[in-house]
């Protein structure tokens, strides 16, 4: 089955600093990623939507220059969390779609994000 | 705007008794409706979804849901619960055309007792 898989599962950064989190779709290609925000006993915000080779659409309310995404290959979406503040700690999921199939999405083990 | 509505946030149930996790959707076209399960600190697996064809729908580790379009609802159910069935579900609906996004409803923690 298609696989997904987010590096690193979990990540303590001091505040201020830059964060990088890899998606990748091991085993198909995937032309569209998501990323979300879970918080603790919530739901799944998603965040922006990515498509290869462009720029990323984002949601309403999130911050563009904050949530960096970068999907530079049919295979790896990156979200780099900048200047990070304790507010932005989180669960960040990420999920591929696979080329206009059944709309499902498979989705990665999720990054934990501690911003101390 | 398509919403997703979980109607129980927590659904507690002694193991090997049945179960029915509610799920209702709003929106004015046709939509594709999916469940989800969440174990803690992992990420989603999808149990079973909905695109077209039969209502009945059956899914990954004994749970099935029906579409009832004129309730708007697709609930799901498992007949016999096991204690690893304890997790967080989601309900979640595809928004129309082909940007593939998903609404999630709220979430429904399924607590299995021994």
């Known amino acids: 089955g298609a696989v997904v898989s987010q590096h690193p599962s979990r990540v303590i950064c001091k505040s201020g600093t830059s964060v990088k989190i890899e998606c990748r779709s091991l085993?198909?290609?995937?032309?569209?990623m998501f990323w979300y925000r879970q918080f603790p006993k919530q739901s799944l915000m998603l965040m922006a939507t990515?498509?290869?080779?462009?720029?990323?659409?984002?949601e309403q309310g999130v911050e563009k220059d904050k949530f960096l995404i970068n999907h530079a290959s049919l295979t790896l979406s990156t979200l780099t969390v900048t200047s990070a503040h304790p507010e932005d700690s989180s669960f960040y999921i990420c999920?591929?779609?696979?080329?206009?199939?059944?709309?499902?999405?498979?989705f990665g083990p999720g990054t934990r994000l501690t911003v101390t | 705007a398509q919403s997703v509505t979980q109607l129980d946030s927590q659904v507690p149930v002694f193991e090997e008794a049945p179960v029915e996790l509610r799920c209702n959707y709003s929106?004015?076209?046709?939509?594709?409706l999916f469940w989800y399960v969440q174990y803690p600190n992992q990420g989603l697996q999808l149990l079973l979804k909905?695109?077209?064809?039969?209502?009945l729908v059956k899914g990954i580790n004994g749970f099935e849901a029906e579409f009832n379009k004129s309730q708007t609802s697709f609930h799901l159910r498992k007949p016999s619960v096991h204690i690893s069935d304890t997790a967080e579900y989601f309900c979640?609906?595809?928004?129309?055309?082909?940007?593939?996004?998903?609404?999630f409803g709220q979430g429904t923690t399924l607590q299995v007792k021994p």
């Open positions: 999920s591929a779609r696979e080329n206009s199939v059944g709309y499902e999405q498979y």
């Open positions: 085993d198909f290609q995937a032309t569209t």
């Open positions: 990515s498509n290869e080779g462009s720029k990323a659409t984002y």
């Open positions: 929106s004015s076209v046709s939509v594709y």
């Open positions: 909905y695109l077209s064809g039969s209502t």
């Open positions: 979640a609906v595809s928004v129309g055309g082909n940007t593939g996004k998903l609404i």
